[in-house]
Nanobody
Framework: QAQLVESGGGSVQAGGSLRLSCAVS????????MGWYRQAPGKQRDLVAT???????NYADSVKGRFTISADNAQNTVSLQMNSLKPEDSAVYLC?????????????WGQGTQVFVSS
């Protein structure tokens, strides 16, 4: 059973937009930080953007001004609005959730959703 349910992604031409969403399907989970990472073939996994439960955000320099992360604390969901997409944004995007569940710190990953940007 998936713990992080991701949606969105797909193929788009350069300059286009996509929106990714991720929902935590776990009871009794309260997140401290949720975010998105990406991994292109043959490359390491890199941070894209994170958001804390208090609303603080952090972005990779390569996406600043183009991507916006938002979260719904009550629903334990996080979204990533991606505008002005570039071919180099093509990758598998993975949702991450760090928080607490039943008094223990937890770190969860989604299975990833593919984003392909054509030139």
């Amino acid at each position: 059973q998936a713990q992080l349910v991701e949606s969105g992604g797909g193929s788009v031409q350069a300059g286009g937009s996509l929106r990714l969403s991720c929902a935590v399907s776990l009871s009794a989970f309260s997140f401290n930080t949720m975010g998105w990472y990406r991994q292109a073939p043959g490359k390491q996994r890199d941070l894209v953007a994170t958001i804390s439960s208090g609303g603080s955000t952090n972005y990779a320099d390569s996406v600043k001004g183009r991507f916006t992360i938002s979260a719904d604390n009550a629903q334990n969901t996080v979204s990533l609005q991606m505008n002005s997409l570039k071919p180099e944004d093509s990758a598998v995007y993975l949702c991450n959730a760090q928080g607490n569940r039943y008094g223990a710190a937890r770190n969860y990953w989604g299975q990833g959703t593919q984003v392909f940007v054509s030139s």
